[in-house]
């Protein structure tokens, strides 16, 4: 049984593809048989919804008269990267206001961040704009304040360097104080795990070799159509192996993704901020898995039971990068609310959203049913675990 | 009979007179302090669990004194627009009142297991937790 991109996009023109979400798909080949599965449906579709730090908005923001460089640029007081052409902006997810108190008083609070900015921006509220800049002879302008919303700049694209983290560290706090991590705030003693993936519903957990989530992969993003732009930074794939040499899942990999901010939605762009860490994005993500042979769906049908997360304590392990773990949990078993680290059953909670990935893996699902949403052949894929790419560690 | 869960806000005239000894004394009811921040001069609150047969005539005579009298639940509220049911909340709620919701993964507010602890406005990363007042 194989299938091309050209027969799957044919039959969802013509309004007969068969779709089914991850989760449906996992039920579908634990009863029907993988074989029977994989020749009765031509796209699984996938869905997260969770932080993604590594996200951030292109915006031009147009010229004023007389023109202006905008050599500092601040959008709602936090400052905007602006070290490239006149009027273009990066407005980074984890940025923060200059006068923000940060760990000051600690835990602090980071209310509002660049996240936040892009939130404010894709709902369409107001947003302050403040620039300054040295003249020039074509840009004479030294001063701007003025508001503006997502219609009244030129252009606004996510760019989000690293995103879709295909699996992620279950954090635990083996340490006697409270610590506030991006994983949330860590009770002491094993007081509490905290996880960041949909499992079995999320995008890069189904395709662990990188079979068919490549380069101009067309996604959905943030409520809209997006794509994947390249592998994301610290794209490091691989596959998770007991001691004893079973396989537990993929690992490692992630995705840079792009797309035009003004046709997504704030209901899956959404400003956060971690207590005692910073600001952030939770960003909704959906990737659509052509089923072309029965190998893709022997991996999108993995359940909950076959994916399984690093535990990792980040008291002292983590900040001083020690490396190693204290050895796996499946999603199925930190679904269940609790786990067991180091002979202690400990209250687990996800950090990613279960409900909306659903609601995104659903509405893919529909788009493409519907015939609004093609599959795209990626114009090149990305390295995979074969390529053997592994972290560096920073001298210094 | 199940212990009835209030808020009680004191104004800062009222705030160093012994009411709670004659809610007990008068009223013959089971009072347990959740929470209390009552100071001299200062407005204050206070969350009590009450158990007896005089609860009514207790809340008529704090009323009566200038107290303000409020269940409780009425206290924590989750803004539903803004929960993104990420589930960040429901290993640190130390009464249960935020739960997951199984095999769904919603998560869920009962309000009458909160103690209003008021960790949860801390942690949810999209401040979906408010104090009504």
Redesign the interface.
Known sequence: MEKSYAEINAKIKTGKAVVLTADDFVSLAEEKGLAAAARQVDVVTTGT???MCSSGAFLNLGHPAPRMKMQKVWLNGVPAYSGIAAVDVYIGATEVPEDDPLNSNY?G?F?YGGGHVIEDLVARRPVRLKATSYGTDCYPRRELETTITIDDINEAFLFNPRNAYQNYNCAVNLGSRTIYTYM??L?PNLG???YSTSGQLSPLLKDPHFRTVGIGTRIFLGGGVGYVAWHGTQHFPSIQKSPDGKTLGPAGGTLAVIGDLKQMSPRWL??????GYGA?F?VGIGIPIPILDEEIALYAAASDRELYAPVVDYSEAYPSRTPGNMGYVSYAEL???RIKVNGKEV??????????AREIAGILKQWIEQGRFLLTEPVQLLPSPADGISGKALKG | MAPKKIVLRFGPDISDKPIIYRLVKDYDLVVNILKANVNPQKEGTMVLEITGDQVDGGMNYLRDQGVQVQALTQEIVRDEERCIMCGGCTAICPTGALYLERPSMEVRFDGDNCVVCQLCLKICPVRAMEVKL
């Open positions: 919804f969770a932080p835990p609070e209310r949330g705030m009770k509490n795990a905290h959404k400003g956060i901020s971690f207590v952030s939770a679904k269940s609310g209250p687990a909670a996800p950090l990613s959203s279960y409900p909306k």
